[in-house]
T-cell receptor, first 118, second 112 residues
Framework: GAVVSQHPSRVICKSGTSVKIECRSLDFQATTMFWYRQFPKQSLMLMATSNEGSKATYEQGVEKDKFLINHASLTLSTLTVTSAHPEDSSFYIC??????????????FGPGTRLTVT | QKEVEQDPGPLSVPEGAIVSLNCTYS??????FMWYRQYSRKGPELLMYTYSSGNKEDGRFTAQVDKSSKYISLFIRDSQPSDSATYLCAMMLSGGYNKLIFGAGTRLAVHP
């Protein structure tokens, strides 16, 4: 159990366009979802935390108008990178946690989405 | 100073060796300590978690926490080539959907 999926796994887009990444909890209700960014050979950096039905809480230095996060249901959160630029190219990973996950503080990670902006 | 320090390696060991991975932290308020394994181009998977000082064992893996020294370790016994991955330590202030603070990750290669 506790499977998290992401779609797409890989996306290439042109500079200036927007791209949406989906994160789904497949077998549990995720009251909280987290979005991370990972550069090559570096650790995960938390971008934002979203609770179902609420506005996301962004970490310091993350542009909320550029990285739009929506957590409309207990099984789906989306990250939209708006007006993407080459420096936005990265590996984006989501994780999910919720009362039906066990232990409750555990975050279950998705497989990640590789974004390349040309 | 980073909240969580971890040597990025890489660490290369022969099959069967005992591997020791370590992290130090500065925030004494951290209560939960985790070790994640991440294969290339994949999301992290939880290996072990603990919330108290001492040792916790699970098969070939042993997690050790020393809160007085703000130091945690992961030991892998009888290492296998399939253990080759990046190992990330992570810490949380308290339970219940709180954010994880990750170390930089240590890249481990176990060669036959």
């Amino acid at each position: 159990g506790a499977v998290v999926s992401q779609h797409p796994s890989r996306v290439i887009c042109k500079s200036g366009t927007s791209v949406k990444i989906e994160c789904r909890s497949l077998d549990f209700q995720a009251t909280t979802m987290f979005w991370y960014r990972q550069f090559p050979k570096q650790s995960l950096m938390l971008m934002a935390t979203s609770n179902e039905g609420s506005k996301a809480t962004y970490e310091q230095g993350v542009e909320k108008d550029k990285f739009l996060i929506n957590h409309a249901s207990l099984t789906l959160s989306t990250l939209t990178v708006t007006s993407a630029h080459p420096e936005d190219s990265s590996f984006y990973i989501c994780s999910a946690s919720g009362p039906s996950a066990s232990p409750t503080y555990e975050q279950y990670f998705g497989p990640g989405t590789r974004l390349t902006v040309t | 100073q980073k909240e969580v320090e971890q040597d990025p390696g890489p660490l290369s060991v022969p099959e069967g060796a005992i591997v020791s991975l370590n992290c130090t932290y500065s925030n004494s308020a951290f209560q939960y300590f985790m070790w994640y394994r991440q294969y290339s181009r994949k999301g992290p998977e939880l290996l072990m978690y603990t919330y108290s000082s001492g040792n916790k064992e699970d098969g070939r893996f042993t997690a050790q926490v020393d809160k007085s020294s703000k130091y945690i370790s992961l030991f892998i016994r009888d290492s296998q080539p399939s253990d080759s991955a990046t190992y990330l330590c992570a810490m949380m202030l308290s339970g219940g959907y709180n954010k994880l603070i990750f170390g930089a990750g240590t890249r481990l290669a176990v060669h036959p």
